[in-house]
């Protein structure tokens, strides 16, 4: 089992409670780079609302839903149907498509601002592009993409602590933050995949931390241990999984470890009726952000990237066709 670590007593501002969750946090990242937390916070009815939408929105026929894909291939936002994305790519490994459809989006709003507005805030910020049905789609989402950046700020002071740096550390480099979300669903498998093939292939994630919910079913996620075994994850759906990605190994200098995970088959005897929802926040950094790794002069492991720059090439790798517009 990954550790669980309740956030309670750090969310509630007692400043020993706060450093010893942040050492907490450090121990696992160190180890697995995975954790659950408990005691969040987040209100169960945006998560379930949420869920439930999503679950409305993926239960549509195709057509429908091939109406929220955006028109210019490959653009984060929209709907992506099966058989676009291996995210194995993102590491280099050939592999099948996932076995997966997902629903890709981020902010809502921002300011009439340069940062958001310009050229290059336009690669970031785009439009979300919310399908006709069901209703209330963007207010769900956009409530839980709120509820997601309060507390990933949170975490990340305490992940601060943990790191023995000032808790305010990141706070400059998240307050204009490019963070997407997605909406996973693996259907039910008619066909057995084919040989490789899973709901998401084994990849590493490209951000700072992703917060992860989702439904405790057959066919779910796996983190690989150091021994190179692979271990169940439970994701409880009043929980969140969360995960080091690797931007944030490189930012830590390596110290924190972003680790390999993909999500599994269901059984066989299941396959043809089993079907999984996860939801994903990836936090990631303004894109502005000049990420310099936390070391001691002279130990860098890495030289200083652009949090945009970054990112972008990440996306570029994993697609695994342009599907026709
Ligand atoms: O669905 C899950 O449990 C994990 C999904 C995942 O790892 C991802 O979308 O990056
Ligand atoms: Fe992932």
């Known amino acids: 089992m990954i550790p669980v670590i309740d956030l309670s007593p750090a969310l509630g501002g007692d400043a020993a409670a706060r450093l010893r969750v942040g050492q907490e946090i450090d121990r696992t990242c160190r180890e697995i780079g995975f954790f659950t937390i408990t005691g969040h916070g987040v209100p169960p009815a945006v ?21 929220a894909r955006h028109p210019v291939p490959g653009t984060p936002r929209g709907y992506i149907a099966l058989g676009v994305e291996a995210l194995s790519r993102g590491n280099a490994w050939a592999t099948p498509p996932d076995l997966k459809e997902y629903y890709h989006y981020g902010r809502e709003s921002w300011p009439d601002e340069p940062y958001w507005t310009s050229a290059e805030g336009r690669r970031y910020f785009l439009p979300n592009l919310w399908p006709e049905r069901p ?33 305010h550390f990141f706070d400059n ?17 008619a066909e057995p995949p084919a040989p490789g093939q899973l709901r998401a292939g084994a990849h590493t994630d490209y951000g700072l931390l992703t917060i992860l919910n989702g439904e405790d079913v057959p066919g779910g996620l796996q983190v690989q241990t150091r021994g190179g075994a692979w271990l ?21 200098n390596d110290r924190w470890f972003s680790n390999l995970h993909r999500v599994v088959n269901p059984p066989d005897s299941l396959a043809a009726r089993s079907r999984r929802l996860s939801i994903a926040y990836f936090q990631h950094p303004n894109y502005d952000a000049l990420i310099e790794c936390i070391a001691p002069p002279g130990e860098a492991k890495y030289p200083p990237v652009l949090s945009g720059a970054y990112r972008d090439e990440k996306y570029r790798q994993t697609r695994v066709k342009e599907p026709a517009a």
Do not use: C, S
């Not at 949420?50 to 839903?65: I, N, Q, W």
């Not at 480099?173 to 498998?189: C, G």
């Not at 994850?233 to 690797?246: E, K, L």
């Open 173 to 189: 480099k998240l307050d204009r933050h490019i963070t997407a979300m997605r909406l996973n669903h693996y259907p039910e498998q």
């Open 135 to 167: 209703a209330g789609f963007a207010a769900a989402a956009d409530a839980y993409y709120r509820a997601m950046e309060h507390l990933t700020v949170e975490l990340m002071r305490i992940a601060a602590l943990g790191l023995g740096i000032d808790e």
């Open 47 to 67: 998560m379930d609302a949420l869920r439930d939408t999503a679950k409305a929105f993926f239960a549509l026929p195709l057509e429908e839903k091939l109406r």
């Open 232 to 252: 169940d994850v439970a994701t409880h759906p009043a929980d969140f999984v969360v995960n080091i990605g690797d931007l944030l190994m490189r930012w830590t």
